[in-house]
């Protein structure tokens, strides 16, 4: 069977953020692989780069997860489930491709209900 690499990546432009972090978790556990050194090896690759856009990640949801829940509501737009399964996901990418005083902004917001936030 011959994989249509095309369609694969179509399919992938329409999923949300929480479907493709299930989907990274999913093939982690198939074939027992990581997918954190090769970010982790991209990361070191850009590192000299200035950077003008940010991913917010959610590493943790601290004690006010419920707060939590409702910070990533209004950041996101999601509904309450859909928030909900996020922040239980972490860690997990919140906003992708922010601008640095928005990502700050996204990482005080979260912090401040206890969160813990990594800007990548």
Excluded: C, H, Y
Excluded at 18 to 45: C, M, Q, R, T, W
């Amino acid at each position: 069977m011959a994989l249509d690499k095309d369609k694969i990546i179509e399919d992938l432009k329409g999923a949300s953020i929480l479907e493709l972090n299930d989907l990274v978790k999913a093939i982690e556990d198939e074939f027992d692989v990581s997918a954190a050194a090769p970010v982790a090896a991209a990361g070191a690759a850009d590192a000299g780069a200035a950077k003008s856009e940010f991913d917010v990640e959610l590493t943790d949801a601290g004690q006010e997860k419920v707060k939590v829940i409702k910070e990533i509501r209004d950041i996101t737009g999601k509904g309450l489930l859909d928030a909900k399964k996020l922040v239980d996901g972490a860690p997990v990418v919140v906003k992708e491709g922010a601008s640095e005083d928005d990502a700050n902004k996204i990482k005080e917001q979260l912090e401040g209900v206890g969160a813990t936030v990594t800007l990548k």
